[in-house]
């Protein structure tokens, strides 16, 4: 079965720092893995996806994400980090069958200013 | 394009009673996934619809059962609440042949 490990309930870091939040996979065959963002009382947004190509994956609002087969980690990171990045980041990967989705527990992220 | 409507927003709910939630999802979209998010589990998967034929389907009570018109919008239901069902509920669409799913703002049942 698949599964999603996000290893960290929260994350704090400052504004303009660099920003990591780390997410570990377990799935049998090719990898289908994504990134979601959550506001308070909101949907989740999409952010970025990898299937298949480069690992280094770019997606909205500057955030990217490196996959790496041989560590089964697909980290969330962004080069400089901003008080309105603070809120909920789900990592999922995708079933083989079908659209459902597995998520991992999700990290809280806090940007300080 | 619309995004993924669900409704309505906001619900209270006694226990014991049915509850009926709508998703429209974005135009053009086949595919319908009910997710159920609490504090305590987190997201978990309800079940999915495509082209009115449930896909896919989560660990969840008979009680929790949907559906899908051939317009692609979906209702799910859940017939005798529990505290327990007090949940965010998410629907996601996706087109035909997409790897990621776009959600709505969710429902938010409050079952007292």
């Known amino acids: 079965a698949q599964s999603v490990a996000q290893p960290e309930d929260q994350v704090n870091v400052a504004e303009g720092n660099p920003l990591t939040v780390k997410c570990t996979y377990s799935?049998?065959?090719?990898?289908?893995l994504f990134w979601y963002v959550q506001y308070p009382n909101r949907g989740l947004q999409f952010l970025l996806k990898?299937?298949?190509?480069?690992?280094l994956v770019k997606g909205s609002y500057g955030f990217e994400a490196e996959f790496n087969k041989s560590q089964t980690s697909f980290h969330l990171k962004k080069p400089s980090a901003l008080v309105s990045d603070s809120a909920l980041y789900f990592c999922?990967?995708?079933?083989?069958?079908?659209?459902?989705?597995?998520f991992g527990a999700g990290t809280i992220l806090r940007v300080k200013s | 394009k619309a995004g993924v409507t669900q409704t309505p927003r906001y619900l209270i709910k006694t226990r014991g009673q049915q509850v009926t939630l709508s998703c429209s999802p974005i135009?053009?979209?086949?595919?319908v996934s009910w997710y159920q998010q609490t504090p305590g589990q987190g997201l978990q998967f309800l079940f999915e619809?495509?082209?009115?034929?449930?896909?896919n389907k989560g660990n969840f009570p008979g009680r929790f059962s949907g559906r899908q018109f051939s317009n692609s919008r979906s209702e799910m239901n859940v017939s005798t609440l529990e505290l327990g069902d007090s949940a965010l509920y998410l629907c996601?669409?996706?087109?035909?042949?997409?790897?990621?799913?776009?959600f709505g703002q969710g429902t938010r049942l409050t079952v007292v």
């Open positions: 996601a669409s996706s087109p035909r042949g997409a790897t990621e799913a776009f």
């Open positions: 799935v049998s065959g090719n990898p289908y």
């Open positions: 990898y299937i298949t190509g480069d690992n």
């Open positions: 999922a990967v995708r079933d083989q069958r079908g659209n459902k989705l597995v």
């Open positions: 135009s053009g979209h086949r595919s």
């Open positions: 619809y495509f082209s009115e034929t449930q896909r």
